[in-house]
């Protein structure tokens, strides 16, 4: 950091004055920062061990010279950016950019269980105090890595530091850091399967993102091709570019059974056809999209000199992140509850237009009246075929949906030197935004939660995984990098031998193979949820997927517990 | 055309034959085998199953099935309880509803398996399934192996692989146990040793039934008269009784179900016969 500082002091130098201000609050956090490092490494000095002490008389002044030094380094980067309130910052592409250390360490001629161990220690200092850390729960702190990936050539980047943090990972347990895997369709099955153990642990990692498309899509987005080939998660899910982008990645959503609902009422009654139908929802996902666009748009958050300082162009350019210094300042919208939707108007198709079973008034006044009294209309419903069942038609409906919020949203620019990106995750909004939205046509009654990300409905009757990763490979994800992973749940049961494990693999090669973008497995026991549910105190250490990140299940609100046990209704 | 009801799709079903499988479950089965646990698959006729807690006891459904219930009292029930058990299909509607896994099954080395209750109880059924999913994937069939000899050889042409199911080899023991006469299922066995099909045999292990001594090395010397080298033992589930209650019945074994089931290795070796204990509850 000292280089930095003076990166930052002859640039105030040469500097016209412009950026006077940015400079000075510039110098003024590392000042702050390596200040407080300071007094810390005299702290240590008495009160850590010796090897602690050392390497903090270094770091974070002097580069890293060991893969020890560098764990040091990063860990007080992300401890100070915290106390900046940067939230959700994931930690990148770590085994890359820690992989020299690792290499050099070995060279020297540091046993690999020394290395190994280090990195063990590094993690287990990340599920310290997280609770300073802002989420929605405790768990959501963004504290994510990912391993892996392809070069644009097709080099595997995946190496002896990935393995040793799966091996870390597999071997601790512990909820941080979580784990993403970067894979294609050339992987080598051995990685699927490693992978599954991780599964097996019920950590709700790894998540899995395909570079097939992910890479692709984020080049149709405008990204230079060495970048999007150097993507990250954000946090949970959303695709970004580590140190090049200031990007909100998750800035608004557009909620499809709210836009379907609304259209229904608004104009099914003078619609004579399906089609005319769905053109009006089309217009409306379009609208809502527009709406986003416009209130978001020249969005402003608070100036962030010391986050600045680690992103490139801010630096150079003496622009704040929130001045738009860094290389990319797009904005991500999701499209919550897609499944809902698409289910909602194939059963509007075939109750209501094609087979004529209910009149067009009698379905908007069971709707309205949340089905009191329309018990028969809704099991009718409930009984259309629903995304997630390999439903050609079903999934022909979703991709028209997916199709209009992709254009709608994509490219346009987002008065930040940006533009937008469209994706699929829901986070916490599968709840949220459900809470306020009426009965819907899928039998979905009024407040109930919508399927986590880009994921199967609660309501619909579960068909099983292949059908499953049929129905959520049918579109064009390129054009939904804003990223959310399809999220299923397999019985604990299936991960018991070697054999299931291999099936789980293969089950994740196929998904990939089919082209799409994101998956997130879990192994669950719905009995074990169930009991944990009633007696806590008997479960302290369960761990669940939430949404992008996992957490102990006993200190979830209720309304999280119920979604997750709600989600095992769908397990095979 | 003919048509059969299936009571259930199972999608990744892992013990069903090789690699990653669809199994397909056709309903109805002549014998009743008393540690059945599936007790759906066992009538040919369609069923009403109903979930067991959430009954408010509205009497809606047999209002709407006059009394009775029946598929108007489905639709009827405000707690979405009752479902019909069946749902019937032609081959070419069973090949439609597989037509987009079929490739995700190939790719991981599976397929498709027919299980039932018992598929071999629908021989026309299940031979033009069987025809229809020629060159398309892997075909195999779990049979208790009791039928005709003539639709057996029929079905045999057009399967690659069978999971075979012997229980009792003692001809009153078998009968008071299933119901019903192993004489073809044995016959038929030899005609599938004779055909070179791959197969593997699977044997229930139900306490004090089938896994006595005696049953045991009954069956061993039976494998190993008709030049079988392998077996899988399944020892008893005891959740075999949780689904009796949703169709109306009562779950009553003869058998003591506390008992753990032996699983007795020693006994197929001794034959040359290499035993898998499938996962379960056992005691060698
Ligand atoms: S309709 Fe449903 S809740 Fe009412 S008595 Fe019948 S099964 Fe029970």
Redesign the pocket.
């Known amino acids: 950091m000292d280089g930095l500082r003076a990166e930052l002091l002859s640039k105030s130098e040469t500097d016209d004055g412009s950026h006077a201000d940015f400079y000075a609050a510039a110098l003024q956090t590392v000042d702050a920062a390596l200040d407080y490092a300071d007094r810390y490494c005299e702290f240590a000095k008495t009160n850590a061990p010796k090897t602690l002490y050392r390497a903090l008389c270094r770091v974070p002044h002097e580069p890293p010279e060991s893969f020890y030094e560098a764990c040091v380094f990063l860990q007080f980067i992300i401890f100070t950016l915290r106390c900046n309130r940067n939230t959700h910052l994931g930690l990148g592409r770590f085994d890359q950019y820690m992989l020299p250390f690792w290499r050099s360490d070995l060279k020297k001629g540091l046993p690999e269980e020394t290395l190994f161990e280090t990195l063990e220690e590094f993690f287990i200092s990340l599920n310290f105090d997280t609770d300073i850390y802002q989420g929605m729960q405790l768990g959501d702190n963004g504290q994510s890595l990912m391993l892996g990936g392809y070069d644009l050539d097709g080099q595997d980047r995946y190496n002896e530091l990935s393995e040793a943090v799966m091996n870390a990972s597999l071997e601790l347990r512990l909820i941080d850091p979580k784990i993403n895997l970067r894979v294609c369709s050339k992987t080598p099955a051995e990685r699927f399967i490693l992978a599954t153990r991780m599964t097996k642990q019920g950590l709700g990692f790894p998540q899995y993102s395909n570079d097939d498309v992910v890479i692709p899509g984020l080049i149709r987005l405008g990204y230079a091709p060495e970048d999007a080939a150097d993507y990250t998660v954000a946090a949970c899910w959303e695709f970004s570019i580590p140190g090049k982008g200031a990007e909100i990645v998750n800035i608004d959503q557009m909620v499809f059974p709210k836009v379907v609902r609304r259209e229904l009422f608004d104009h099914l009654e003078a619609c004579d056809s399906f089609d005319e139908l769905l053109e009006y929802v089309k217009l409306g996902v379009a609208f809502d999209a527009g709406e986003i666009v416009g209130k978001r748009s020249g969005h402003h958050y608070p100036a962030s000199p010391y986050l600045s300082v680690f992103i490139e162009g801010c630096v150079q350019s003496g622009k704040d992140v929130s001045e738009y210094g860094a290389k990319y300042n797009n904005f991500g919208a999701h499209g919550v509850g897609i499944a809902n939707a698409a289910d909602s108007l194939a059963a509007v198709r075939e109750v209501i237009y094609e087979r004529r079973e209910y009149p067009k008034k009698t379905l908007l006044q069971a709707l309205a009246a949340n089905f009191e009294g329309y018990g028969e209309l809704r099991n009718r419903l409930l009984s259309c075929p629903k995304m997630g069942s390999d439903d050609d038609r079903t999934d022909g409906i979703a991709r028209i949906l997916l199709e209009t919020w992709a254009n709608a949203l994509n490219g346009k620019p987002n008065g930040a030197g940006g533009i937008f990106r469209a994706g699929t995750g829901s986070a916490h909004e599968y709840y949220y935004s459900a809470r306020n939205v009426g009965a819907t046509p899928d039998g979905r009654k009024s407040g109930e939660m919508y399927g986590s990300g880009f994921s199967p409905s609660l309501t619909g009757k579960p068909t099983g995984p292949l059908s499953c990763i049929r129905s959520f490979t049918k579109y064009d994800m390129t054009r939904l990098v804003n990223g959310g992973p399809l999220s299923m749940e397999l019985h604990d049961s299936v991960f018991r031998d070697e054999e299931g494990i291999e099936k789980v693999a293969q089950l994740v090669m196929a998904f990939i193979r089919l082209g799409g973008h994101q998956l997130q497995l879990n192994s669950v026991n719905r009995d074990v949820l169930l009991d944990a549910r009633e007696h806590p105190e008997a479960h302290r250490d369960l761990i669940v997927r939430v949404w992008g990140w996992s957490g102990y299940f006993v200190e979830l609100d209720k309304q999280y517990q119920e979604h997750i046990i709600r989600r095992t209704e769908f397990q095979v | 055309m003919t048509a059969a009801l299936i009571f259930s799709f199972e999608e990744f079903a892992l013990h069903d034959g090789p690699g990653m499988r669809v199994t397909v479950f056709l309903k109805g089965c002549p014998l009743r085998c008393e540690w059945c646990h599936n007790p759906e698959g066992q009538r040919f006729e369609n069923e009403i199953i ?1 979930s067991q807690a959430g ?7 047999l209002k709407a099935g006059g009394g009775r219930l029946n598929e108007k009292s489905v639709r ?4 979405r ?2 479902r019909m058990s069946g749902e019937s299909y032609t081959p070419e509607h069973l090949l439609e509803r597989l037509r987009g896994v079929l490739p995700i099954l190939n790719d991981a080395g599976g397929g498709v398996t027919f299980s039932g209750g018992e598929p071999l109880a629908h021989p026309d059924f299940l031979y033009e399934c069987l025809a229809l999913l020629e060159g398309r994937t892997h075909r195999a069939v779990q049979t208790s192996g009791y039928c005709e000899e003539e639709p057996f050889r029929h079905v045999l042409d057009q399967t690659d692989f069978f999971l075979y199911d012997l229980k009792l080899l003692d001809p009153a023991l078998h009968k008071r146990y299933t119901g019903a006469d192993n004489t073809p299922i044995l016959r038929n066995f030899r005609i599938l040793c004779d055909s070179g099909k791959p197969f593997i045999t699977r044997i229930p292990l139900i306490p004090g039934v089938t896994d006595t001594e005696q049953n045991l090395t009954d069956i061993a010397r039976f494998l190993c008269d008709n030049g079988v080298k392998n077996a899988e033992l399944l020892p008893y589930n005891r959740l075999a009784g949780s689904k009796y209650a949703s169709v109306g019945r009562r779950y009553a074994p003869g058998f003591d179900e506390t008992v753990i089931s032996q699983a007795r290795t020693d006994i197929f070796r001794s034959f040359g016969v290499e035993p898998k204990v499938l996962w379960g509850d056992h005691v060698d």
């Open positions: 109903k009954c408010e006891n509205c009497g809606a459904c009827a029930c405000p707690n309880l009752l």
